[in-house]
C-alpha cells in the first residue's frame, strides 16, 4: 500500500502527476518539469518532502552516540538550530546513508534520513543505542516542505508575520529555528538558497496555498533530481551506497577524520586511504546529442571500461546532458560514453555544474 | 485520451500510424508523451532503413527516461521529422500533428488491421 502525505489532495489540485516513490504517492511534475527546474533556479519552487524521515535523537547520550554513528563530527554543531550534512557507515566503510542532523539542545537532535532507506536506518539507528543513555524516535506527525530558489526566502517571509519573517530572514545558511509551529531550516536540495520547514498537517495545506498565491512553482521529483543533479549533489542510491565510501563519493570533505574520534567506519577509511584511493566521483558534459543516463559505460580511446555513470539526465540549465560518475582515479580530460552501442565523448568536469543560478567555471568548457 | 484521432491506428507500446496514399506516418501518442515528460532528444532512423512490426526503429528521451519506439508495420523509411533534431518539444506540443517521428512506405499495409482503434486503445489505458 502506498502512503500519502497530506498535502496529497493540494498536489491533485495543482494538476500532478502522481507516482509511488519508496512506497509515498508523490508528484513526479505538475506540468513540464522543465519549467519546474527553471522556477526554481529564477525565482521560487516548493516540494512536497514529507516523505523523508524525521528522528530525534533524545537523552544524556546524545552527542555521545551521534559522535560514534556519524563520519562527520557532532562536536562541531555548538548553537540551537546549527544543522549539519553527514554520511553514516557500516564498519567497512560503505555508506549506509547520508543524512542532515540539526542541534536543538544537549540532549535533543533531530536527523532527517532518506525515505527509501527508511527501514534499514531506522534499524541501524536502533541497533548503535546499545551501551548509550539515549531514544530514537521517529516523527510520522510532521509535513516537510522544501521553498526553494533565490526569491523562496522573501516569499516565505511574505506569508508570515512581521515577527516571524524577521526571525526566517535572519536565518544563517545550514541554521534552523523552531519559530511557532513551524521548524525553519536554511537548507535544501537543489543549489539554490531556500528553507526545509517541517509543520505540522493540519497546517500545511493553507501554508501550501499561501506560498502558491505568491508565486511559489509546486515542483514534482523531477525537477528536484534535475536540480540536485545540476548542483552537484549525490542521491543515496544512485551516487552512492553501502558498497563505496564517502571519500570515492566525491563527500571526503564530509568525513572528519583528523582527530582521533572513534566513529564507525573510521578505521576502514583510513586503511583506504592509505591503500590509496582507486575511484573518484566525477561530473560529466556530453560533448553530442543524446541524453546521458546512470549506469552508461565510460571508455577510453582504448575501448577500456574506466568508469560507469551513477546519475545522469538532461541539464535545463545547460542545455546539455550531464552525469555524475564513478571513474578510475587517473582518469583526466575526456573519456567516452556507450550509449546503446555508440561510443560518444564526454568531457570531465569539476561539481558543482550550477550553484546559486550560475554556471560553474569550466563546465561550458 | 479523448481527443485521439479517428483516421489512425494505435499500438499497446503507445505508437500511432496513419496512412496517406499508400505511405505511412508514425508517431507515439498524446498519453505516451504525457507520461514521458518534457521531451529533449529523438533518435530517429535513417533514410531507407528497412523495419519489420515490432522492430526497434527510435528512441524518444525525455528528461525523465529513454523510450523506445517500436515499428508498428514494416516497411522502409522515406521521410524523418528534421524538425524534432532542434525542437524535440513539438512532440509534448503535437503529438498527433507537427510532432509526428518519420514515414515508411508499408511492406504490408493491410498490417494496419492488426492494431488499436482509438476505443480499443483507450480501453487498455484507462488505469494509468
Known amino acids: ?365 | 485520451m479523448e481527443d485521439m484521432p479517428e483516421n489512425m491506428y494505435y499500438t499497446e507500446s503507445h505508437e500511432w500510424v496513419k496512412l496517406d496514399d499508400g505511405i505511412a506516418t508514425i508517431g507515439i501518442t498524446d498519453h505516451a508523451q504525457g507520461q514521458l515528460g518534457d521531451v529533449v532528444y529523438v533518435e530517429l532512423p535513417e533514410l531507407g532503413d528497412g523495419f519489420v512490426a515490432g522492430d526497434p526503429c527510435a528512441v524518444v528521451e525525455s528528461v525523465k527516461a529513454a523510450s523506445d519506439i517500436y515499428c508498428p508495420i514494416g516497411g522502409e523509411v522515406v521521410e524523418v521529422n528534421e524538425q524534432l533534431a532542434t525542437a524535440p518539444e513539438t512532440i509534448n506540443d503535437d503529438a498527433y500533428g507537427e510532432g509526428w517521428l518519420f514515414r515508411l512506405k508499408p511492406e504490408d499495409a493491410s498490417e494496419v488491421d492488426g492494431l488499436m482503434s482509438p476505443e480499443n486503445y483507450i480501453a487498455v489505458n484507462s488505469s494509468d
Open chain 1, 1 to 365: 500500500m502506498t502512503m500519502q502525505t497530506p498535502l496529497y489532495q493540494a498536489h491533485i489540485d495543482a494538476g500532478a502527476r502522481m507516482v509511488d516513490f519508496g512506497g509515498w504517492q508523490l508528484p513526479i511534475n505538475y506540468g513540464s518539469q522543465i519549467d519546474e527546474h527553471n522556477a526554481v533556479r529564477t525565482d521560487a519552487g516548493m516540494f512536497d518532502v514529507s516523505h523523508m524521515t524525521v528522528v530525534e535523537i533524545q537523552g544524556p547520550d546524545a552527542r555521545k552516540y551521534l559522535a560514534k554513528l556519524l563520519a562527520n563530527d557532532v562536536a562541531k554543531l555548538q548553537q540551537a538550530g546549527k544543522a549539519m550534512y553527514s554520511c553514516m557507515l557500516n564498519a567497512e566503510g560503505g555508506i549506509i546513508d547520508d543524512l542532515i542532523t540539526y542541534y536543538l539542545n544537549e540532549e535533543h537532535f533531530r536527523v532527517v534520513v532518506n525515505a527509501a532507506t527508511h527501514d534499514k536506518d531506522m534499524a541501524w539507528l536502533e541497533q548503535q543505542t546499545s551501551g548509550y543513555d539515549v531514544c530514537v524516535n521517529e516523527r510520522r506527525d510532521l509535513v516537510m516542505l522544501a521553498v526553494q530558489g533565490p526569491q523562496a526566502r522573501q516569499k516565505v517571509a511574505a506569508v508570515l508575520s512581521a515577527e516571524k519573517s524577521e526571525q526566517v530572514l535572519a536565518l544563517k545558511i545550514f541554521q534552523a529555528a523552531q519559530i511557532a509551529n513551524m521548524f525553519i531550516a536554511r537548507t535544501g536540495y537543489t543549489g539554490e538558497d531556500g528553507f526545509e520547514i517541517m509543520l505540522p498537517p493540519d497546517a500545511a495545506p493553507s501554508f501550501w496555498e499561501q506560498l502558491y498565491d505568491q508565486g511559489v512553482q509546486p515542483c514534482g521529483l523531477g525537477a528536484r533530481d534535475t536540480l540536485r543533479l545540476e548542483a552537484g549533489m549525490n542521491l543515496y542510491g544512485q551516487d552512492m551506497d553501502e558498497t563505496t565510501s564517502p571519500l570515492e563519493s566525491g563527500l571526503g570533505w564530509t568525513v572528519a577524520i583528523k582527530d582521533d574520534r572513534d566513529f564507525i567506519g573510521r578505521s576502514a577509511l583510513l586503511v583506504q586511504r592509505q591503500a590509496g584511493l582507486q575511484k573518484k566521483l566525477v561530473g560529466l558534459v556530453l560533448e553530442a546529442k543524446g541524453v546521458l543516463r546512470p549506469q552508461q559505460k565510460l571508455l577510453d580511446a582504448d575501448g577500456k571500461q574506466v568508469g560507469v555513470t551513477t546519475s545522469g539526465s538532461f541539464s535545463p540549465s545547460l542545455q546539455k546532458a550531464i552525469a555524475m560518475a564513478r571513474i578510475d582515479i587517473t582518469i583526466e580530460g575526456n573519456c567516452l560514453v556507450d550509449i546503446r552501442g555508440r561510443q560518444l565523448p564526454v568531457r570531465i568536469v569539476k561539481l558543482p555544474f550550477v550553484r546559486n543560478g550560475k554556471v560553474g567555471d569550466g563546465i561550458l568548457s
